[in-house]
Nanobody
Framework: QVELVESGGDSVQTGGSLRLSCTASTNIYNSNCMTWFRQGSGKEREVVAS????????FYAAAVKGRFTIPQDNAKNTVTLQMNSLKPEDTAMYYC???????????????????WGQGTQVTVSS
């Protein structure tokens, strides 16, 4: 089974930028929908963005649209999340998930066929 490792989390001030990376143990980027989720303290896990590179399908949650992007020039086993204009409400643990069944892009943290990474913490201070 593929393993995912997130990195790039850090503490930044409001308005700052971070670039998160999710590295997979196998080449899955083109054939599997890759999704970023986040979970703030005391909050439910929520979708941030997803990409199914094979068909160029990209989704951004309303809360991050216009500020976060998933570059499409990723390496075959890596998906990144560029986060700009960060706000305190972006503070959360960020998780990468791969759809084991391919490209459904469910964007639902309850989807049973995700493989999850361990998460990377992003903290934005005002």
């Amino acid at each position: 089974q593929v393993e995912l490792v997130e990195s790039g989390g850090d503490s930044v001030q409001t308005g700052g930028s971070l670039r998160l990376s999710c590295t997979a143990s196998t080449n899955i980027y083109n054939s599997n929908c890759m999704t970023w989720f986040r979970q703030g303290s005391g909050k439910e896990r929520e979708v941030v963005a997803s990409i199914y590179s094979e068909i160029g399908k990209i989704f951004y949650a309303a809360a991050v649209k216009g500020r976060f992007t998933i570059p499409q020039d990723n390496a075959k086993n890596t998906v990144t999340l560029q986060m700009n204009s960060l706000k305190p409400e972006d503070t959360a643990m960020y998780y990468c998930a791969a759809d084991r069944h391919g490209g459904s892009c469910a964007n639902d943290p309850q989807y049973e066929f995700y493989v999850w990474g361990q998460g990377t913490q992003v903290t934005v201070s005002s």
